[in-house]
């Protein structure tokens, strides 16, 4: 990424646009001079800078409803900035969840891959406690070697499901065979979300 080739206007600022990585909903339009995307780069976090105060704005700093950067993109133009965030709380200041949205409804948007962060996040805090009698904490004790051993046992039952054309059983395979990946992503320290942005950049 070479934030050289940014075409900031006569101010010194680019406008940036801020998207939910995950319900794809725009949240805000703000804007960003070099520090302020240089920050953002270097922290994960969204960074902006505030015309009417005329300094940088760590978004959240004080709210406490940071967004976590997940995907930056630069416009065909150079001349505008695209932020791909996942928000921890509402991105307006009014409580609404997108500077769009005429509700005040501060909860984000249902989304149906939730489950898998919230799955990931607990299995992270089994791997850290390693509680007696969790099965999740005897396979992370066990290492790597048996919790990949897993993976190929539960991908050969979700094979069978298949070749038995049996839909409920097909779902609850292709589950345990989910759950045992977040287990070894877990265990190597890689997140879901690394996982789906090599999945977008590919797509894209």
Known sequence: MNI???????K???????????????????????????QTIKTGETVLYSRSRQELWHKGETSGHTQEVAHIEFDCDQDAVLLHVI?????????????????????????????????????IERKTTLPEGSYTAKLFQEGVDRIAKKIGEEAGEV???????????????????????????????????QVLDVLQQRHQ
């Open 4 to 10: 050289e080739q940014i075409k900031f206007d006569e």
């Open 12 to 38: 010194g600022l680019v406008p940036a646009i801020i998207q939910d990585a995950r319900s794809k909903r725009v949240l805000t339009l703000a804007y960003m001079n070099k520090e302020a995307l240089q």
């Open 87 to 123: 928000p921890n709380g509402p991105a307006c200041h009014t409580g609404s969840y997108s500077c769009f949205s005429s509700d005040k409804n501060t909860d984000v948007p249902e989304d149906s891959h939730a489950i898998l962060e919230q799955l990931q996040n607990l299995l």
């Open 159 to 193: 094979i069978i499901a298949a070749k038995n054309d049996d839909a409920e059983e097909l779902s609850m395979e292709s589950a345990d065979l989910l759950f045992h990946l977040l287990m070894l992503l877990t265990d190597r320290g890689v997140t879901f979300e």
